[in-house]
DNA sequence: TATGTTGTACTATAACAATATGACAAAGGT
DNA sequence: ACCTTTGTCATATTGTTATAGTACAACATA
């Protein structure tokens, strides 16, 4: 299962967020196809948000045919081709460690300190 | 001068997309000290959206005392550092690694892959 | 069959983002 | 002085995001 993550700083909407963070979890092997995720109402939960908002998210999927979802029973991964095109996935390393060095440049610390300390890093 | 660029699919409002872009401009050192920003009506026209939303961007910084305006002038790079108490900056690093890793990982990426794009960051 | 779980649908409300307009204030140049 | 340029402010309007609450439909299981 995937470990969903919520930045209000990012000025993303929630729904997106989880929609695109489905996306890259298939993308990188994390979730598989016909693994079932967290129910709407799970998934509010865990990360304190509306159902609504996950149902949005989760519906949207499916209309992209990524998801697939059965009343009563939940929804499922029912489709890895397509999720996020290599390019996208790229594109998305870079934005995010362009952002990230941009604010940590910005409180003055080098490429160097902030290799070091990524490697201290647990990954989990 | 810097190049702004928006990108209207990825779900960040346009204002924070111009306060980044300064930000990130200013951290890699893209913008110095004393340069003067484009005006906010040419910045608008340039980004074709409203003048107040440039403002917004604009203001936002200058409260940071990161720009400083002056009427009939025009806005300016006032600072291009974080204040940032010595005492609290290796645990401001350790935040920022660990958040930004939290958020990476959501993504699907590895730690290595991370690694391997921050090699390429240009500190220019 | 009855109950619980799951996804879906709808209304109403609030906050935010962005636009369109218009007017005003401060500084500079002529 | 006058005009232009600059940033600022205020109002109204539109669309999006998110919430709260309620009800319903489909499915699984005891």
Known sequence: M?????????????????IDQIRFGIASGQLKLGEQLPTVRALAVTLKVNLNT?????????????LETQQGTGTF?????????????????????????SVAFSYGFSLDEIMQELKHIETT
Chains 1, 2 share one sequence.
């Open 77 to 101: 991964i029912s489709s890895t081709k397509m999720a996020v095109p290599k390019k996208e996935r790229e594109d998305k390393l870079k934005e995010i460690c362009l952002q990230f060095s």
């Open 54 to 66: 996950v149902s949005k998210a989760y519906k949207e999927l499916e209309i992209k045919n990524i």
């Open 2 to 18: 995937i470990k969903f993550l919520l930045d209000y700083s990012s000025g993303v909407p929630v729904y997106r967020q989880i």
